[in-house]
């Protein structure tokens, strides 16, 4: 489960932000809001969290600095090349962030013990990193890498808690690579489960973009698969009464790069397609997927992701999850993460979203609801509802609607409106 994520100097923010999941004390919602953790100092995490916030605010750039993170552990080691400049972007409106680098770190836990990883880079290398495991009370920092200006190179501090052929990793990792990702190619017994934790636990969709639903459409080969489709949309109460799949052929693009550029070739082969059952008292017809709505897409598409989620204990992250979902279906998603028979390995959701009719304490705790907003300077800020402290009966929409907690935009009313042409 993720505890923890800070960013610095990364697009809209400057100063470092912390986004947590570690619960509050507050006791509302508890048996169904939090996931137990088995550690004193931090017994309870928050099972879903949204961000809210006015536009270019900064909620997408912290969604996808948590992406961007994963990608770079994921692809530094491997999918990059020597030299190859990573594609990162620093604070812009301040000269001295600009020529900063850019950092990121995370707390998690693994096999029940809380681990703390970060780096920081610029788009030539990587400048910091570091790995703390805290066993017990105090922590055990496994490893710390920095970069040494006068000998352009890397220096390494290991400690005894990492074992391995520590050399061997210090040698092979490039400057644009991080030591961590390459240890874990080469197969370090302890590395390697926070490597795959990092790169395979966050599922991550930006805004407007929606997963393929060829994902839900293989759940369909299966008579469990079926049922579970079939119970989710019924849940949704899109007048769906069962869901199939036909096999038709097709093509498949390819794309392979090389020395020369890209290639291109299609290869002929039978595509599996959903197809949508509507009945009625006066009949019934099978429709395809792009003859439904545009709501009724996104949601199939996202039913195999969220059941993954949930069956695994991952964490999804949406940028903009009410997208062409209507306030009730978003209701049912978020909630299917607070059931704890559904979600019962403690999976977590991170969301935006501007609908806020879903700041309703029946749905959320105050401590699951966060705001970003822009200061003077144009860097983003972020921040819990419960920095205010609401009172046990206020009513949270209108309260952030009248402008109470921030994080809305303000219009100045001597500009005088837009006149229609003509």
């Known amino acids: 489960m993720l505890l923890e994520f800070r960013v610095r100097n990364y697009r809209s923010i400057r100063d470092e932000i912390v986004f947590s999941f570690v619960a509050s004390k507050e006791k509302k919602l508890a048996d169904t809001h939090l996931a137990s953790t088995g550690i004193t100092s931090i017994p309870h995490v928050l099972r879903s969290a949204v ?8 909620k997408s750039t912290l969604l996808f600095a948590l992406h961007y993170m994963r990608s770079v552990i994921a692809e530094s080691a491997t999918v990059m090349q020597p030299g190859q400049p990573f594609v990162v972007q620093p604070f812009r409106l301040d000269v001295e962030y600009a020529k900063q680098p850019s950092e ?27 790995l703390l495991v805290y066993r017990a009370a105090k922590p055990q920092q496994w ?12 220096d390494y501090d290991f400690s005894t808690y990492l074992t391995g052929p520590r050399k061997l990793w210090q040698e092979t990792t490039r400057p644009n690579a991080l030591f961590l ?21 966050p599922v991550y969709f930006g805004a407007g973009l929606s997963p393929l639903p ?13 049922m579970a489709v079939r119970e989710f949309l019924a849940s ?8 199939i799949s036909v096999s038709r052929p097709g093509f498949l693009q390819n794309i392979m790069f090389g020395p020369d550029g890209p290639k291109f070739s299609r290869e002929e082969r039978e595509l599996l397609m959903p197809q949508f059952v509507h009945k009625t008292e006066h009949g019934s017809a099978t429709f395809e997927l792009h003859e439904e709505s545009q709501g009724t897409q996104r949601l ?13 204990g991952r964490m999804l992250i949406v940028d903009e999850l009410d997208s062409s979902l209507h306030p009730l279906l978003v209701r049912r998603l978020v909630r299917m993460f607070h059931q704890p028979d559904l979600n019962p390995l403690g999976a977590q959701l991170l969301f935006s979203t501007h609908d806020t009719s879903l700041l309703d304490r029946t749905l959320f705790r105050r401590d ?4 970003t907003e822009k200061d003077q300077d144009q860097a983003t800020r972020l921040y819990p509802l419960s920095d205010f402290s609401p009172r046990e009966t206020e009513a949270w929409e209108k309260g952030y609607l009248i402008g109470r907690y921030g994080a809305v935009p303000f219009f100045d009313e001597s500009v005088p409106p837009i006149q229609a042409a003509g």
Do not use: C
């Open 181 to 201: 990702s390459t240890a874990a190619q080469l197969n370090s017994e302890l590395l390697g489960p926070i490597f795959r934790w990092l790169v395979e636990q």
């Open 300 to 312: 199939y598409a996202l039913i195999a992701p969220v059941l993954d989620v949930l069956k695994n």
């Open 236 to 243: 949704a109460d899109i007048s769906i009464s069962d869901v």
């Open 143 to 154: 490893f710390r890498r920095n970069f040494n200006e006068e000998t352009q190179s890397s």
């Open 214 to 226: 060829d994902l839900t459409t293989q759940m369909l080969q299966t008579d469990m698969g079926r």
């Open 51 to 58: 961000v809210y916030g006015p536009n270019a605010s900064g």
């Open 104 to 130: 990121f770190e995370i707390t998690f836990l693994l096999g029940g013990v809380r681990h703390q990883y970060g780096f920081s880079l610029t788009s030539e290398r990587i400048v910091d990193e570091w």
């Open 368 to 371: 699951q609801i966060w705001f």
